[in-house]
């Protein structure tokens, strides 16, 4: 079984040739490959907006090539750099008049 790197290397380079460069440099190279277990290929994003364009525009094609690396169907999950649900609720509450 190839290793977490390698797989994400061959994700990279299909991705990088099929993608502009400024869209690749914006959304793939800030991912990091985290885990491969049984079928789930864990990747961290730096956060939910990333792995929202990623399932609306790469989570196909991603796909695809862990079914070619790894012989089997593998789905892909995410872990979060930063939890934008934190973040915004602590910007919402400092933004919050002080009675």
Do not use: C
């Not at 990279?12 to 190279?29: A, N, R």
């Not at 790894?70 to 008049?97: C, H, M, V, W």
């Amino acid at each position: 079984m190839p290793s977490n790197e390698e797989i994400w290397q061959k994700i990279t380079v299909y991705l990088q040739e099929h993608m502009s460069p400024e869209s690749f440099d914006l959304w793939i190279k800030p991912v990091v490959p985290v885990s491969l277990s049984e079928d789930t290929f864990t990747i961290q994003v730096p956060n939910k907006f990333f792995s929202e364009w990623l399932d609306d525009h790469q989570k196909e094609n991603i796909e695809k090539i862990l079914l070619e690396t790894t012989g089997q169907k593998t789905f892909l999950r995410y872990s979060y750099l930063q939890n934008l649900d934190s973040i915004l609720k602590k910007a919402q509450l400092e933004s919050e008049p002080v009675e």
